[in-house]
């Protein structure tokens, strides 16, 4: 057993060293380069369904670099997560759960920072609306349950009032997450603590946290009033491109869950169902089948390597919750103890849902960003009292299976990662990016950012022009030290034609304008306000991105005269 919980408190150094290693490696020109943007000039941006501009600017002005960024995006993580598993550890104290141990502290807190980090499996770990509503969940989480087992008053308020401000940091990023999970933060609340004025005044106070720190925020880079038609404005703009409804919506999530049961069926059913056997019989035997077939299915499904498919989409999820599952199972007797138990383990299964409330994505590729509370709710049985040292031990390898697997997903991800196109192993070419410093890119990349140089000596393009990209292209915006019109985020026509009526061209100075050619190099649809392109713009040249073959035409209007 001190075997097992040694490689467990191992994992996240692993994956602490690897987040560290891939911080300067990897130039995508799409999600990261939009959050890079909103942070570099988030006072200019006019529309917008998140407020995650008004967290990540601050956090710019602090690093300056897209690698210091990314570092900023690890520490809230990992510090997140190391309190939402102190957090739990203080309530399965409270509860009578655990020892209070030095070993088994950090085997909980293992669990939830290896948890955590799997974002880094999915993207690179700049500060964005994702990655803060997770290490605010997280946050929140971990001072509320310290907060239910805080003994002194002053204490215990001003952890509920700081869980509400982490709440607030999760809703100013995701509205609809931030809500969900003050939901479940106050359910526990309702159930877990002792008394009806404890009840109420707890609840209250995060309430109010969220409330105070909301109204700071908004105050503090704009109106009521101006928010509001941004808000209205930028959910316009998200309609465009996010057209199905919340009923059809629901049925998506319905349906993507039944496919990753159906995998779940195929691979994970024999040790699910030798678990089962082995909790009701206790016989050792069923154990040991259950954790062969378990390994077998880890390798031979190839579950153990992360990264994207070709479609887009992950393998991991199906193993990551036939293990919580059997996890669950071996120790039933650790979290079915009693009402409390039983509520603290429910909220954590759920508690990544409520982050994932309203995504636009596929169900499980949000829930994996914010992992942390299925990654402690392994952890704990690991370290918790059993009436049977069997069912510990079992749990345990489980657990170390489930660790194991999160840690090398995240680190063979690098040969798969997002919108790139070779592995983070190959991006060793420093650059310096616009005005983002330097850099690790592929040979391809390299080239596109220094054709796209070349583009802004052919037309003399100074920084801070303004910038039009069709379609899905920030990052071109960041190459040419540019400053997208309104917003970065335009993926159609629709959406350019709704900014370019409100951003008339004519009061424009110095346009750039850019876009993706077809495979025939022909232009892709434009809006009704650029009808007469090309006429009054010059062409500075073709940068290809190699991630998909991408050619993307640069021009400038020409209003005005070159340098001399």
């Not at 509520?343 to 992992?371: C, E, K, M, R, W």
């Not at 899905?472 to 019109?485: H, K, T, Y």
């Not at 073709?542 to 070159?562: D, F, G, L, N, V």
Request: glycine share 8%; charged share 10%; aromatic share 10%.
């Amino acid at each position: 057993m001190g075997v097992v919980r040694a490689l467990i408190m191992l994992c996240p150094f692993v994956i602490l060293v690897y987040c560290v290693w891939m911080l300067d490696r990897g130039f995508e020109i799409t999600d990261e380069a939009y959050y890079l943007l909103l942070a570099i000039h988030a006072g200019l941006f006019k529309f917008y369904i998140s407020a995650q501009q008004w967290l990540t600017a601050g956090l710019w002005q602090v690093t300056g670099s897209i690698t210091m960024f990314r570092a900023a995006g690890m520490i809230l993580l990992t510090a997140g997560s190391a309190l939402l598993g102190l957090g739990v550890f203080s309530a399965c104290l409270c509860l009578g759960l655990v020892e209070d141990r030095l070993e088994s502290r950090c085997v909980v807190l293992a669990g939830s920072i290896v948890g955590a980090m799997l974002y880094a499996s999915t993207i690179n770990l700049s500060p964005c609306y994702n990655l803060l509503a997770s290490a605010g969940a997280y946050a929140a989480t971990g001072m509320a349950l310290l907060a239910l087992n805080c003994p002194g008053i002053f204490r215990r308020y001003v952890l509920f009032v700081l869980a509400g401000a982490a709440v607030a940091v999760e809703a100013l990023c995701k509205p609809p997450a931030g809500i969900a999970t003050l939901i479940l933060l106050v359910l526990w609340v309702m159930i877990m603590e002792g008394s009806h004025p404890g009840k109420l005044s707890g609840s209250m106070a995060m309430t109010l946290g969220t409330f105070i720190f909301t109204c700071v925020a908004l105050l503090a880079n704009t109106t009521i009033s101006e928010a509001t038609q941004a808000f209205e404005q930028g959910m316009e703009l998200f309609r465009m491109v996010q057209t199905e409804t919340i009923g059809t919506r629901l049925l998506r999530y319905v349906f993507d869950y039944w496919g990753h049961l159906l995998i779940i069926l195929k691979w994970f059913a024999l040790p699910i169902a030798a678990m089962i056997v082995y909790a009701i019989t206790r016989r050792v035997v069923f154990a040991a089948l259950g954790l062969i077939a378990l390994v077998f299915s880890l390798i031979c499904g190839r579950y153990l390597c992360g990264g994207w498919n070709a479609d887009g989409s992950f393998t991991t999820p199906a193993a990551i919750l036939s293990m919580l599952a059997m996890v669950l199972i071996v120790s039933m007797p650790v979290w079915n103890k009693d009402r409390k138990t039983l509520a603290l383990f429910a909220g954590l299964i759920l508690h990544p849902y409520a982050v994932a409330v309203g995504t636009g994505n596929t169900l499980f590729t949000q829930v994996i960003d914010s992992l942390a509370p299925w990654g402690v709710a392994v952890a704990v049985p690991l370290v918790a009292h059993h009436y049977d040292d069997g069912r510990k031990v079992t749990a345990s390898l489980i657990g170390l299976c489930f660790m194991a697997t999160v840690t090398l997903n995240i680190v063979t991800s690098c040969f798969r990662p997002y919108h790139l196109s070779l592995p983070l192993t190959q991006q060793d070419h420093v650059i310096s990016v616009g005005g983002i410093g330097k850099v690790r890119v592929d040979a391809g990349t390299y080239r596109f950012l220094m054709e796209v140089k070349e583009a802004v000596e052919a037309c003399d393009i100074r920084p801070g022009a303004p910038f039009i990209g069709l379609y899905n292209i920030p990052g071109v915006a960041i190459a040419l030290q540019a400053i997208p019109v309104s917003t970065p985020w335009l993926n159609n026509r629709e959406q350019a034609a709704f900014i370019l009526e409100r951003t008339p061209l004519e009061g424009l100075h110095e346009v750039v304008l850019a876009f993706q050619t077809g495979d025939d190099m022909a232009s892709p649809q434009l809006p009704q306000q650029l009808a007469s392109f090309p006429s009054g713009y010059r062409y500075c040249g073709m940068a290809t991105y190699p991630y998909a073959e991408q050619r993307i035409k640069i021009w400038q209007s020409q209003s005005r005269q070159p340098r001399h």
